[in-house]
Protein backbone atom coordinates (compact mmCIF):
# COMPACT_ATOMS: atom_id res chain seq x y z
CA UNK A 1 0.00 0.00 0.00
CA UNK A 2 0.87 3.74 -0.35
CA UNK A 3 2.64 4.97 2.62
CA UNK A 4 0.81 8.53 1.20
CA UNK A 5 -2.48 8.04 2.02
CA UNK A 6 -4.91 8.93 5.02
CA UNK A 7 -7.88 7.18 4.24
CA UNK A 8 -8.80 3.99 2.81
CA UNK A 9 -12.07 3.77 1.28
CA UNK A 10 -12.90 -0.19 1.13
CA UNK A 11 -15.63 -0.83 -0.84
CA UNK A 12 -17.73 -4.26 -1.12
CA UNK A 13 -19.53 -4.36 -4.43
CA UNK A 14 -23.45 -5.50 -4.20
CA UNK A 15 -26.11 -5.25 -6.44
CA UNK A 16 -28.55 -4.12 -3.54
CA UNK A 17 -25.91 -2.62 -0.89
CA UNK A 18 -22.22 -2.35 -1.00
CA UNK A 19 -20.40 -2.61 1.81
CA UNK A 20 -18.41 0.59 2.40
CA UNK A 21 -15.83 1.66 5.29
CA UNK A 22 -13.60 4.68 5.85
CA UNK A 23 -10.48 3.55 7.51
CA UNK A 24 -8.18 6.49 9.18
CA UNK A 25 -4.44 5.04 9.13
CA UNK A 26 -3.00 8.12 11.29
CA UNK A 27 -6.04 7.58 14.04
CA UNK A 28 -5.82 4.08 13.28
CA UNK A 29 -9.70 3.89 13.67
CA UNK A 30 -12.83 3.22 11.10
CA UNK A 31 -14.49 6.55 10.65
CA UNK A 32 -17.53 4.79 9.50
CA UNK A 33 -18.97 1.51 8.35
CA UNK A 34 -21.99 1.46 6.42
CA UNK A 35 -24.31 -0.56 3.52
CA UNK A 36 -25.28 1.69 0.64
CA UNK A 37 -27.08 1.53 -2.16
CA UNK A 38 -25.09 2.29 -5.50
CA UNK A 39 -26.40 6.14 -5.61
CA UNK A 40 -25.87 6.23 -2.18
CA UNK A 41 -22.22 4.71 -2.40
CA UNK A 42 -21.51 7.09 -5.35
CA UNK A 43 -22.61 10.34 -3.66
CA UNK A 44 -20.50 9.25 -0.48
CA UNK A 45 -17.16 8.26 -2.55
CA UNK A 46 -17.72 11.64 -4.60
CA UNK A 47 -17.61 13.27 -1.26
CA UNK A 48 -14.96 11.89 0.57
CA UNK A 49 -12.27 10.85 -2.51
CA UNK A 50 -12.08 15.07 -2.81
CA UNK A 51 -8.99 14.73 0.02
CA UNK A 52 -6.24 14.79 -1.19
CA UNK A 53 -4.86 11.59 0.62
CA UNK A 54 -7.60 9.48 -0.04
CA UNK A 55 -7.60 5.92 -1.38
CA UNK A 56 -9.96 3.37 -2.56
CA UNK A 57 -9.50 -0.18 -2.01
CA UNK A 58 -12.67 -1.93 -4.41
CA UNK A 59 -13.21 -6.51 -3.94
CA UNK A 60 -12.89 -7.11 -7.33
CA UNK A 61 -14.15 -10.92 -7.51
CA UNK A 62 -14.43 -10.84 -11.30
CA UNK A 63 -10.83 -11.22 -11.20
CA UNK A 64 -11.06 -14.45 -9.57
CA UNK A 65 -10.57 -17.31 -11.77
CA UNK A 66 -13.51 -19.67 -11.12
CA UNK A 67 -15.84 -16.00 -10.14
CA UNK A 68 -19.08 -16.61 -11.78
CA UNK A 69 -19.16 -20.82 -11.59
CA UNK A 70 -22.07 -21.91 -8.97
CA UNK A 71 -23.45 -25.73 -9.15
CA UNK A 72 -23.47 -28.12 -6.38
CA UNK A 73 -24.09 -31.65 -6.90
CA UNK A 74 -27.55 -31.31 -5.51
CA UNK A 75 -28.36 -27.77 -6.82
CA UNK A 76 -31.44 -27.35 -9.26
CA UNK A 77 -30.17 -26.19 -12.44
CA UNK A 78 -31.93 -22.71 -12.12
CA UNK A 79 -30.45 -22.20 -8.74
CA UNK A 80 -27.23 -21.77 -9.64
CA UNK A 81 -27.92 -20.10 -12.60
CA UNK A 82 -29.93 -17.13 -10.23
CA UNK A 83 -26.64 -17.24 -8.18
CA UNK A 84 -24.48 -16.93 -10.99
CA UNK A 85 -26.60 -14.08 -12.35
CA UNK A 86 -26.48 -12.32 -9.62
CA UNK A 87 -22.60 -12.35 -8.55
CA UNK A 88 -22.59 -11.34 -12.40
CA UNK A 89 -24.17 -8.01 -11.48
CA UNK A 90 -22.10 -7.82 -8.39
CA UNK A 91 -19.26 -8.17 -10.47
CA UNK A 92 -20.51 -5.24 -13.18
CA UNK A 93 -21.17 -2.80 -9.89
CA UNK A 94 -17.64 -3.25 -9.03
CA UNK A 95 -16.25 -2.27 -12.50
CA UNK A 96 -18.60 0.55 -12.93
CA UNK A 97 -17.05 1.73 -9.66
CA UNK A 98 -13.40 1.16 -11.23
CA UNK A 99 -14.79 3.36 -14.38
CA UNK A 100 -15.72 5.89 -11.92
CA UNK A 101 -12.65 6.18 -10.32
CA UNK A 102 -10.79 6.53 -13.50
CA UNK A 103 -13.28 8.89 -14.54
CA UNK A 104 -12.57 11.06 -12.02
CA UNK A 105 -8.48 9.97 -11.71
CA UNK A 106 -9.60 8.80 -7.93
CA UNK A 107 -6.51 6.72 -6.80
CA UNK A 108 -7.85 3.55 -6.40
CA UNK A 109 -6.74 -0.70 -6.42
CA UNK A 110 -8.70 -3.57 -6.52
CA UNK A 111 -8.12 -6.73 -4.58
CA UNK A 112 -9.27 -10.43 -5.43
CA UNK A 113 -11.64 -11.47 -2.73
CA UNK A 114 -9.83 -13.57 0.36
CA UNK A 115 -10.73 -16.93 -0.17
CA UNK A 116 -12.48 -17.29 3.49
CA UNK A 117 -14.43 -15.06 4.81
CA UNK A 118 -14.49 -13.08 8.06
CA UNK A 119 -17.11 -13.67 10.31
CA UNK A 120 -19.14 -11.33 12.75
CA UNK A 121 -17.82 -13.52 15.30
CA UNK A 122 -14.12 -13.10 14.18
CA UNK A 123 -14.51 -10.02 13.14
CA UNK A 124 -15.73 -8.87 16.71
CA UNK A 125 -13.11 -10.83 18.46
CA UNK A 126 -10.25 -8.81 15.92
CA UNK A 127 -11.81 -5.39 15.63
CA UNK A 128 -14.21 -4.81 18.52
CA UNK A 129 -17.22 -3.93 16.55
CA UNK A 130 -20.51 -6.04 16.48
CA UNK A 131 -21.30 -5.71 12.67
CA UNK A 132 -23.13 -8.33 11.29
CA UNK A 133 -23.42 -7.42 7.65
CA UNK A 134 -21.18 -9.70 5.53
CA UNK A 135 -20.30 -6.90 2.78
CA UNK A 136 -19.38 -4.30 5.14
CA UNK A 137 -17.25 -6.67 7.53
CA UNK A 138 -15.87 -7.50 3.75
CA UNK A 139 -15.07 -3.77 3.28
CA UNK A 140 -13.91 -3.01 6.84
CA UNK A 141 -11.36 -5.97 6.19
CA UNK A 142 -10.21 -4.45 2.80
CA UNK A 143 -8.41 -1.54 4.71
CA UNK A 144 -8.24 -2.69 8.40
CA UNK A 145 -4.73 -1.64 9.52
CA UNK A 146 -3.55 -0.40 6.41
Not at 9 to 25: H, L
Not at 95 to 123: D, G, N, Q, R, S
Amino acid sequence: MDKKFRYFIGIDPDVEKSGFAIWDKKESEFITYLALAFWELINLLTLNSELIDTKVIIEAGWLNKKSNFHGGPNQKKHVGELIAKKVGANHQVGKLLVEYCEYHKIPYEVVCPKTKKTTAAMFKMIIGLNIKNQDVIDACMLVYGL
